[in-house]
């Protein structure tokens, strides 16, 4: 069973930073991909960031430039570096691994004040 336990969420004022963390339960190279996305209340979930196995990274365009993605192999954990934040990036952040169907995490807040 794939658990997937994210952190670092919190209250932050505008342009300041974050960093979420997730930690997955055995090695994550058994993923093709893991990533975070976000949902704001009344908005649909959307991609803020991916790394595939290789290496390879994805931006949502809305945190290109702001947000970094990276990983510890050793510590099976992804990271999510959010600086510049904005009122807008306010929204529950969630873990994701996909292997042949999708995990999710339980999601951790992220509120951005003005």
């Known amino acids: 069973q794939v658990q997937l336990v994210e952190s670092g969420g919190g209250l932050v004022q505008a342009g300041g930073s974050l960093r979420l963390s997730c930690a997955a339960s055995?090695?994550?190279?058994?993923?093709?991909?893991m990533g975070w996305y976000r949902q704001a209340p009344g908005k649909q979930r959307e991609l803020v960031a991916t790394i595939t196995r290789p290496g390879s990274t994805y931006y949502g365009d809305s945190v290109k430039g702001r947000f970094t993605i990276s990983r510890d192999n050793a510590n099976a954990t992804v990271y999510l570096q959010m600086n510049s934040l904005k009122p807008e990036d306010t929204a529950v952040y969630y873990c994701?691994?996909?292997?042949?169907?999708?995990?999710w995490g339980q999601g951790t807040q992220v509120t951005v004040s003005s």
């Open positions: 055995g090695s994550i190279f058994r993923f093709n991909a």
């Open positions: 994701n691994a996909k292997d042949w169907k999708d995990y």
